[in-house]
């Protein structure tokens, strides 16, 4: 209907169904403004918009109709969902629930959501049971939010939950055509070798190798240096403040996209089954470099901080 929509209004060819995506991988900028500005202040939003806005990842990904949309209502699913821990509102879990619903509509990476939310609401059952508790309507509101929204979909998937993953089936690595694929590619003899090859494939994207996919096959990196040396810095700080939800978040947000979009599919790493923790890392980066930024801003003279420091 997305796509119908936007070729209604730009025309129905390459072009209008193109502007599907250039849409949606626009709204997603102003999104993650939102969401940064809810998990760690406005700065942390700012940082964040500008590091996506200027991804050459994201911006090619924005002109590829079936994986800009898994992005924007993956921020908007989380955006609602901890405005509504926060607020205490029904009408934010069930934004967070539709939002989610459609975002299952989308591109199969966007089935990680549903991992997120369920280890963030066991994390919580852990860390902060009488939040859970208190919100236990908010929580039930979400759920059928997100079932009302993935609609008759949910027919398919009951009676074939195969269909719900997609061709996850067909690129797994304990698939053993697979295997035996990515043991003559790596040129090992060994299950163990090849798991070893498919980490350091898929966890050093971000600095070292490129896309393996034909969707776009940049030569380079993920992101750029200098988001890659926040990166670091962000998830760090993330594993250090693991008891509180929003870090526990963005850390399982990354590591359960890594692990399942690569680490075990075929020929990582594969960007189209990536790009969904671009906001995982754009936040994450800009948590990082914000927090820099303050310890730098504090070693100056009193007399220098007000010029520099943050409104």
């Known amino acids: 209907m997305m796509m119908a929509g936007s070729m209604k209004l730009f025309g129905a060819d390459l072009f209008g169904l193109s502007m599907t995506a250039v849409i949606q991988g626009t709204l997603t900028i102003p999104a993650l403004y939102l969401l940064g500005r809810e998990l760690s202040g406005r700065w942390v939003g700012l940082l964040a918009a500008g590091l996506i806005a200027i991804s050459y990842t994201h911006i090619h990904f924005s002109r590829i109709v ?43 990476p966007s089935r990680v959501l549903v991992i997120l ?11 902060k049971r009488d939040v859970v508790a208190d919100l236990k309507s908010g929580w039930i509101t979400l759920s059928a939010g997100a079932l009302l929204a993935f609609g008759p979909m949910l ?20 698939k053993p055509t697979v295997m035996t694929h990515l043991m003559g590619k790596y040129g090992v003899d060994s299950t163990s070798q090849v798991w070893l090859e498919q980490f350091k494939r898929t966890f ?16 380079g990196p993920m992101v750029n240096a200098l988001t890659a040396v926040l990166l670091i810095l962000g998830f760090g700080y993330a594993l250090r403040h693991l008891r509180d939800e929003r870090y526990f978040t963005l850390a399982t947000w990354l590591l359960a996209t890594l692990l399942l979009g690569g680490v075990s599919t075929n020929d990582p790493p594969f960007w189209p089954h990536l790009v969904i923790a671009l906001p995982a890392v754009m936040l994450l980066a800009a948590i990082a470099g914000e927090r820099a930024w303050k310890i730098f801003v504090e070693a100056m003279p009193k007399s220098w901080q007000w010029g520099v420091g943050f409104a």
Do not use: E, K
């Not at 939310?117 to 860390?127: E, K, S």
């Not at 398919?156 to 996850?168: H, P």
């Open 155 to 174: 027919s398919v998937v009951l009676f074939d939950f195969s269909a719900f993953v997609g061709r996850s089936n067909l690129v797994a690595l304990w």
């Open 117 to 127: 939310v369920v280890m963030l609401f066991l994390w919580m059952l852990i860390w």
């Open 66 to 108: 079936t994986t800009a949309s898994p992005l924007l209502f993956a921020i908007l699913s989380f955006y609602f969902l901890f405005r509504g821990l926060r607020l205490q509102r029904n009408v934010c879990f069930a934004l967070a629930g539709i939002s989610m619903g459609i975002g299952l509509l989308t591109y199969y």
């Open 204 to 219: 050093l994207t971000f600095f070292l190798y490129p896309d393996a996919s034909t969707h776009f096959g940049f030569p």
